[in-house]
């Protein structure tokens, strides 16, 4: 059987589209700086209430600086910031 240039190509294609679907991939970390006390803290979110919609406050006083506006209520919601 001879295939014409359009299914070579075809072939082609579609064994060097699933290697590459087998290659592994590269870790969700890779370029994102480790925290360490140089360089990170937490930042305290406040929200209105469970679903966490409403931002109604914050609170931060670490190497980021200090931060604190609104009010303070039970939903909060924490997060390590690179600075």
Known sequence: MKLGTRSRIAIAAAVLSGG?????AA???AGITPCNPDNCDTLIEYYSD???TVLVGEYGSEV??????GE?????RSI???C
Do not use: F, K, M, S
Request: proline share 8%.
């Open 27 to 29: 870790p969700a970390t």
């Open 50 to 52: 469970a679903t966490r």
């Open 80 to 82: 390590r910031r690179i």
């Open 20 to 24: 590459a679907l087998l290659a592994p």
């Open 64 to 69: 980021c600086g200090y931060v604190q506006w």
């Open 72 to 76: 303070e209520t039970q939903y909060v």
